[in-house]
């Protein structure tokens, strides 16, 4: 028989905390956390072999490290500038010329690509120029699928290259745009939308663009990140001259859809350290370039309309440079703080509107102005093809009365030299006058600088 011996009261109270204790276990216990680094193993655990990544930064400390090395300016002698033929081109793509006839099959509606302008992505797979020259898509050729901006009655077509060659010249960082005609290939009729039947279109006007090399930028997830003209400000390391001369630029030409996602962060020799919680991203060389320039060359404004604001030569020719500048007759200290009109649109957040404009940053944006030549200043008009604009056409494609290539090349020559009269002829309040003037004057380190402007830039 066996006998039953009671266990104390204590005994059963540890019992049940031990029992509590085991079934929280239980109950918090699961899978270990993943690690973003790792990926699942077969066996059920967690392999150390780091995934790939996207090239971004995971942390906006890393994004702001880059941007305040960024570059926004690569000096070079702006009378060596070839307008015509624009920025250099890898050796391992299609080469772009004026005019050349683009084929390529259809790959994405314009729709999905986002913005107002009609667009679409195609894949090239010949170039034929006016000089006979064919070129076919081999296997060892880098290339993808292209956007192609088109309709001769969208101005920003005109605009946009007018305005990234302009800023290309004189040394500030841009995409390269380039105007040809598109033959597409398995086309929808509207291939914007995407909709309608499968088929062969031509675009007579219309524009391709290649990208500044380097990767685009930005914080985790937020891929439509840019960058804004209050941080180039706060918290770029370029010196004032720089940073005005750019902002400056920017008014001269009128960009007023100038929000952050207009201008982007992009970086060469991207390095994301995956052994970092959360991920470290580096860049070897980081710069910042104005993305997005179709809304210019004309009268700005908070409404970036079709016709107003985009290659207007009147509404252009109708903004005055200046909301407030002294003049070289004005004793040094007597220079007044100057501010540059610019009116940003109304969905530009955060954009550049009536910039200050410190007199370093006068003196390096006229002094690069005024090195252009006539024959420059009429090749950033010509290769925008802005004489085919229908404004200045009949019904039927002739010329209005008074009207050629030659005389609308003209107006609008004439119209650039008056409005960079304006900017050599003013003078601004010092922010931080240099000790050596010679990075503002002269930041290609030329033995003689060319001045074809009438005013002195200096």
């Given amino acids: ?56 930064f995971y942390t906006e400390a890393d994004r702001l490290t880059a941007f305040r090395g960024a570059t926004i300016y690569v000096a070079r002698p702006v009378a060596d500038a070839d ?46 120029s006016a000089d006979g020259t064919v070129q076919t898509l081999t296997p060892t050729m880098d290339e993808s699928a292209i956007k192609v901006k088109y ?22 960082l841009v995409d390269a745009w380039y105007p040809v005609h598109v033959e597409c290939h398995n086309c929808p009729a509207d291939p914007e939308s995407g909709s309608g039947a499968a088929g062969t279109r031509s675009f007579t006007a219309a524009t391709v663009v290649r990208k500044f090399d380097g990767d685009k930028m930005y914080v985790v997830p937020n891929s439509d990140q840019g960058w804004s003209w209050k941080e180039l400000d706060e918290a770029s390391g370029r010196p004032t001259y720089e940073r005005d001369s750019l902002k400056l630029m920017a008014a001269f030409i009128q960009h007023s859809d100038n929000k952050p996602p207009q201008q982007r962060l992009v970086c060469h020799g991207v390095d994301v350290n995956q052994t970092k919680t959360p991920f470290k991203t580096t860049c070897k060389e980081a710069f910042l370039i104005v993305q997005d320039v179709g809304a210019t060359l004309g009268g700005g404004g908070w409404f970036t309309s079709n016709d107003a604001a985009k ?72 290769e925008s093809r802005v004489a085919d604009m229908p404004k200045y056409h009949e019904s039927d494609g002739s010329f209005r009365p008074g009207l050629s290539e030659a005389t609308i090349l003209s107006q609008w020559v004439t119209a650039f030299k008056a409005k960079r009269e304006d900017l050599a002829n003013a003078r601004c309040k010092w922010n931080k006058k240099p000790s050596n003037l010679a990075a503002i004057d002269n930041p290609a380190g030329l033995a003689a600088v060319p001045n074809h402007c009438t005013s002195h830039p200096f």
């Fill in 1 to 56: 028989m066996s006998v039953h011996t009671p266990r104390p009261a204590g005994s059963l109270f540890v019992l049940f905390v031990l029992t509590l204790l085991t079934s929280a276990v239980v109950v918090t216990c699961g899978p270990p956390a993943k690690n973003p680094g790792s990926q699942p193993s077969g066996n059920g655990g967690t392999d150390t072999k780091p995934t790939k990544v996207e090239k971004a």
């Fill in 151 to 172: 309709g001769n009655d969208d101005n920003e077509i005109y605009a946009e290259v007018a305005s990234t060659r302009l800023l290309w010249a004189l040394g500030y």
């Fill in 311 to 382: 290659m207007n030569l009147d509404e252009w020719t109708g903004v005055h440079l200046w909301k407030t500048a002294g003049t070289p007759a004005m004793k040094e200290a007597d220079c007044p703080v100057c501010e540059a009109r610019l009116r940003n649109s109304l969905t530009g957040t955060d954009g550049l509107s009536d910039p200050t404009i410190s007199e370093e940053g006068r003196r390096m944006a006229a002094g690069l102005l005024c090195q252009l030549s006539d024959s420059q200043i009429e090749n950033v008009f010509r």
């Fill in 83 to 128: 307008i015509l033929s624009g920025p250099p081109q890898a050796a391992n793509q299609f080469q772009f010329h004026y005019g050349d006839k683009i084929i390529c099959d259809f790959h994405k509606p314009g729709k999905d690509m986002g913005g107002k302008t009609p667009k679409f992505e195609c894949k090239i797979t010949r170039v034929e």
